[in-house]
């Protein structure tokens, strides 16, 4: 009996430990937040530490594979399991089922507090990104629903050494359509070099290329009216825009299997001087760095091949982080999102992740290659800030259309006119 009585007590005193030990971790501040950016992760951590040292808040970033990042999502909101703090892949139309759902929290609030000094730490656009103003499409109430931790812009990037070495300035880009070309095609002269390469296995860039042109040819009225359905993708200046491409393949100055090449190795091409001019991100100075430190180069906005309007640059919030309406650490979440876009952390990231900051003034601590990205703000736009967006089967047809017409199976009028078939086809459904 004395054993067991003895046996008892030991018992009940390791309970007690143990009890007292999880009482102590649940009483313990945390906030979760998933993300996809491998890129990121161990300055997120660095991050993390220091929020926890300064706040005494544990921040822990749960990292996800790119590919299958929204299914975790959607299983996240089927289960009402989501963190406190995620991110969001897709179209604006995703952005809004969210917010319609109440799923993630409107932060304008937040934002207008001490004279609203958080909204106007931000560079406009990437805020616009991620609102919605009166009377939109998505019938979604008006306001701020997530908060951009980086930039990004597309632009043109041209080699300054190839260009000087065909006798060209390499300080003046190309300003129209027919410059470049002509330039591009000096690359028949040099072995192993193209005039142009880009990613356009990844379609997306071929529809962003597209529309950046298309606002450039027809103007943003005319192109909005065209997703609305008021102009034809027969128009002339639709056709204009798919004969742009066709230019290109004429030229004979597109880098082989330039439809099925990669970003990655469109980028290869670039940062190993094998290309006069290519089409890609902000993102894409991380990859120029690493393979060649000492390559010359700068952007340029899309080259015009039209004068009466400005052509179209995509740019915005390049990751941005919305926050969990139902979560009991919402005020915690909230408060580090605050934290981690003031300057110094932007700064931070700056100098770890080489991307570009959301917040305004801190140009002077990008580095020089990427100081290029934020020039030709006047052009800055994105599919997230027009009135609504083109159906994804159009987007497709335009995308595919484009390759078949580089590959010099189709021709400009063939594609307008399967574009215009799609765009019939499900407009009626």
């Known amino acids: 009996m004395r054993k067991f009585f003895t046996f008892t007590i030991i018992l009940l005193v390791c309970f007690s430990l143990v009890g007292c030990g999880k009482s102590k971790q649940e009483t313990s501040p945390k906030v979760t937040i998933w993300h996809w950016m491998s890129d990121r992760q161990d300055a997120f951590e660095q991050l993390a530490k220091k929020y926890k040292q300064e706040n005494q808040i544990n921040i822990k970033f749960e990292l996800f594979p790119h590919s299958a990042y929204t299914q975790k999502i959607n299983a996240a909101v ?13 179209e604006k139309r995703v952005l809004a089922s969210f917010a319609k759902e109440g799923k993630i929290e409107d932060l304008t609030s937040y934002m207008q507090e001490a004279q609203s000094s958080w909204k106007r730490r931000f560079i406009d656009i990437c805020l616009k990104v991620n609102s919605f103003k009166d009377n939109n499409i998505y ?27 065909e006798g060209f300035d390499p300080n003046t880009p190309p300003q129209t359509f027919t410059d470049l070309l002509n330039i591009a095609k000096k690359a028949a002269n040099k072995k192993d070099v193209y005039g142009f390469a880009s990613g356009w296995g990844e379609t997306w860039l071929i529809y962003c290329m597209a529309t950046n042109y298309a606002f450039d040819i027809m103007g943003q009225e005319k192109f909005l009216d065209t ?12 056709i204009k825009v798919f004969s742009l491409f066709k230019d290109l393949q004429q030229s004979g100055s597109l880098a082989p299997g330039i439809i099925t ?9 670039f940062a190993t001087n094998r290309t006069f001019f290519t089409f890609n991100g902000s993102w894409g100075v991380n990859t120029y760095q690493q393979i060649n430190p000492e390559l010359e180069y700068s952007t340029m906005a899309p080259p015009r091949a039209n004068q009466n309007y400005a052509p179209g640059v995509w740019a915005g919030a390049g990751a941005s982080f919305v926050v969990n309406a139902q979560s009991k650490n919402k005020k915690l979440a909230i408060e580090f999102l605050n934290w981690l876009t003031e300057k110094e952390q932007q700064i931070f990231l700056i100098k770890e992740t080489s991307n570009l900051p959301s917040i305004k003034g801190l140009k002077k601590n990008i580095q020089s290659d990427m100081k290029y990205f934020l020039d030709n703000q006047q052009y800055f736009t994105h599919p997230r800030l027009w009135p609504e967006n083109e159906n994804s089967r159009v987007v497709e047809a335009i995308n595919r259309g484009i390759q078949n017409i580089v590959i010099g199976e189709k021709t400009p009028q063939e594609v307008a006119e399967e574009v215009a078939k799609t765009k019939k086809q499900y407009s009626q459904q």
């Open 78 to 90: 089927a289960a009402n399991d989501l963190p406190d703090l995620f991110g969001i892949l897709g």
């Open 139 to 165: 019938d979604v109430n008006p306001g701020i629903y997530g908060v951009p931790i980086d930039a990004m812009s597309i632009q043109f990037l041209y080699n300054k050494k190839l260009l000087k070495e």
């Open 227 to 238: 997703i609305k359905g008021k102009v034809s993708y027969t128009d002339p200046d639709w």
């Open 261 to 269: 090449m990669n970003n990655k190795e469109a980028e290869q091409i």
